[in-house]
């Protein structure tokens, strides 16, 4: 499957995941921190995915405007966009940590992205 495929479909199970009604959403605790590994989780993939959006051909990212592109509007932007929304869900809310969580994974999916080069082209 292609990696453009992928991320938009991570995109919409994000949206889907953290726009849902909390009274929707079944309660299940299986240890402390779970919500917030939860949105680290979330964060992560969606990066991971999206920083290689239409790049072909193995460059220095510092100077790749596309990589930097992808990862301000689908890593960092959804991140914040998605979190802040949640006030607007009935039995949701916006929390500082959760956000503090979602850039955490989204930083680990940048240097996961970079730092894992047997990973970085076979979704391409």
Same mark, same amino acid.
Request: aromatic share 16%; glycine share 6%; charged share 15%.
């Given at each position: ?6 991320t938009? @479909?991570w995109? @919409? @199970? $994000? ?15 299986? *240890?402390?921190?779970?919500? %917030? ?9 969606l990066? !991971?995915? #999206?920083?290689?959006?239409?790049? +072909?051909? +193995? ?8 990589f930097?592109?992808?990862? @301000?509007?689908? &890593? ?5 966009? =998605? ?5 607007l869900?009935? !039995?949701?809310?916006?929390?500082? +940590? /959760?956000?503090?969580?979602? #850039?955490? &994974?989204?930083?680990?999916? =940048? *240097? ?6 047997? $990973? %970085?082209?076979?979704? /391409?």
């Amino acid at each position: 499957m292609r990696r453009s495929v992928l991320t938009w @479909a991570w995109l @919409a @199970a $994000c949206t889907v995941a953290m726009l849902t009604p909390g009274s929707s959403l079944p309660h299940v605790s299986v *240890f402390r921190f779970q919500d %917030k590994l939860i949105h680290f989780f979330l964060f992560f993939v969606l990066t !991971y995915l #999206a920083v290689g959006l239409g790049i +072909k051909e +193995k460059r220095n990212f510092i100077v790749n405007t596309r990589f930097w592109i992808n990862f @301000a509007l689908l &890593g960092l932007l959804p991140s914040v966009v =998605l979190e802040t929304a949640q006030h607007l869900i009935p !039995y949701r809310s916006f929390d500082l +940590k /959760d956000l503090l969580f979602n #850039a955490l &994974g989204v930083f680990s999916g =940048l *240097f996961g992205y970079l730092y894992r080069p047997t $990973c %970085k082209f076979i979704l /391409d």
